[in-house]
């Protein structure tokens, strides 16, 4: 098999977690002319480190490929984020005391969906983020943003600049870094005195429990427990002082550090949720083999049930060009044979084809005049607010429907 070096401890990663098959990048969506062109596949293999238990993809690619400028993740497309962005800063500023002298830098700041409220208050904050698409949206709210990937090497630029800052935060970032111990030795180093860490990511137990299978994808390099995650932090001079579990992306883990030598207390919290890993096994080999099998079920009944609606002569298409959608439609070989458009309400994506799939991407407006039988709801963590939006047309007799953990339809 081929060799595999743990991302985190070096050690040699042989165990197999997933294996999707072959697929494009999920966020390489196609523009026309480019429907001519075979595209870039690349194995979408998982493996678990059995030392320090972090689950990471086989890279075949280099990383870059993966952010490029056109990158069309705006963060701000959904209201479900933008509220748990607004609930978070509201926290963060009564818990971490944050006035007009604190400085806040977000990690991969996308397109100012957090930061803005920073920004109205009056708390002076700075944006990481290497994408010009997303961080030419943030500028437009009066964001500022240094435009690149994070690593120690820029946390040691900006601290000499005096940019150290207060507090520290990276929503859904963490996995998307190859080099996590660079990432994490950053975080240390341009991390003020006293200052404190939030860092939000999808949990790893969730994802398995959940049979999310689709959130698996090569911009997602990493999947993490509270485990290997402290455990990573440690290794760089980091403590993690609490942790809460989230609802968001289907559930995941926000996670509070602070420096090692920092003399804040340990939460409960922390022992609680590590007991309750080690009840779920999350040192044992035998937890990590659930996914594989629960993703070939998705997989079957979700074909069957395509096939069944074609067979019966009624019309389906699918909602919300997401990532994760892409993983699903790939891995599961659906075409536009089986699924002839995707609708969003993202600008930056349509006119554009879904990689792999090649299913053409149309605008919102437009489902509601097609009017299909029924409609399969690519982003399932959404789905409550993309069927609330449509709730005349499933009043109207289309019926809305995901199929990740399972086949499941949608009421108003
Ligand atoms: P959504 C993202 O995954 C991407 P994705 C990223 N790689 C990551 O790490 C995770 O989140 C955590 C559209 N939409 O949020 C907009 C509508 O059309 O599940 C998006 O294209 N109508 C950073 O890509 C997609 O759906 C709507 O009303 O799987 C959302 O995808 C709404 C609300 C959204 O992310």
Excluded at 240 to 261: I, M, N, Q
């Amino acid at each position: 098999m081929f060799d595999v070096h743990c991302r985190h401890c070096g050690a040699s990663v042989q165990n197999i977690f997933v294996d999707l098959g072959s697929m494009p990048p999920a966020n390489a969506y196609l523009e026309e002319a480019a429907l001519a062109n075979a595209e870039k596949r690349y194995p979408l293999q998982v493996r678990v480190c059995d030392k320090c238990w972090l689950v990471q993809t086989v890279d075949y690619a280099d990383a870059k490929e993966f952010f490029e400028c056109d990158y069309a993740y705006f963060s701000s497309a959904s209201s479900t984020w933008i509220a748990h962005a607004k609930d978070y800063f509201e926290k963060a500023r009564k818990r971490f005391q944050l006035n007009s002298e604190s400085f806040v830098l977000e990690i991969a700041s996308n397109d100012g969906y957090l930061l803005q409220n920073f920004v109205r208050a009056g708390i002076p904050c700075l944006g990481v983020e290497p994408t010009s698409s997303t961080a030419s949206a943030a500028a437009k709210l009066g964001v500022p943003v240094h435009q690149d990937f994070f690593s120690e090497k820029l946390a040691v630029e900006l601290s000499e600049k005096g940019k150290q800052a207060d507090l520290i935060v990276g929503n859904n970032v963490l996995a998307h870094v190859p080099n996590i111990n660079d990432f994490t030795r950053g975080l240390r180093v341009i991390l003020k005195k006293g200052g404190a860490i939030t860092i939000e990511f999808q949990y790893l137990l969730r994802l398995i429990d959940g049979s999310q299978f689709d959130t698996i994808y090569h911009e997602h390099f990493s999947y993490l427990s509270f485990f290997t995650v402290i455990t990573i932090f440690e290794s760089s001079g980091l403590r993690v002082w609490d942790v809460e579990e989230l609802s968001t992306h289907g559930g995941s883990l926000r996670v509070f550090a602070c420096h090692t030598d920092d003399s804040r207390d340990i939460s409960l919290n922390v022992n609680r949720l590590l007991a309750k890993e080690r009840d779920w096994g999350v040192q044992t080999l035998k937890s990590y083999a659930k996914l594989q099998p629960t993703a070939e079920k998705i997989k079957e009944d979700l074909l069957r049930f395509l096939n069944e609606i074609k067979m019966a002569g009624k019309s389906v298409v699918a909602y919300g060009a997401a990532a994760k959608g892409n993983t699903l439609l790939n891995y599961a070989g659906i075409t536009k044979e089986l699924l002839p458009a995707v609708y969003d309400t993202a600008a930056s994506k349509y006119g554009k084809y879904l990689p792999g799939s090649r299913i053409p991407i149309l605008p919102q407006e437009q489902l509601l005049l097609d009017k299909p039988d029924f409609v399969l709801v690519l982003p399932w963590n959404i789905a409550e607010e993309i069927c609330n939006q449509h709730s005349e047309l499933i009043k109207s007799g289309t019926k809305f429907f995901t199929a990740v953990p399972e086949l499941q339809f949608y009421e108003i």
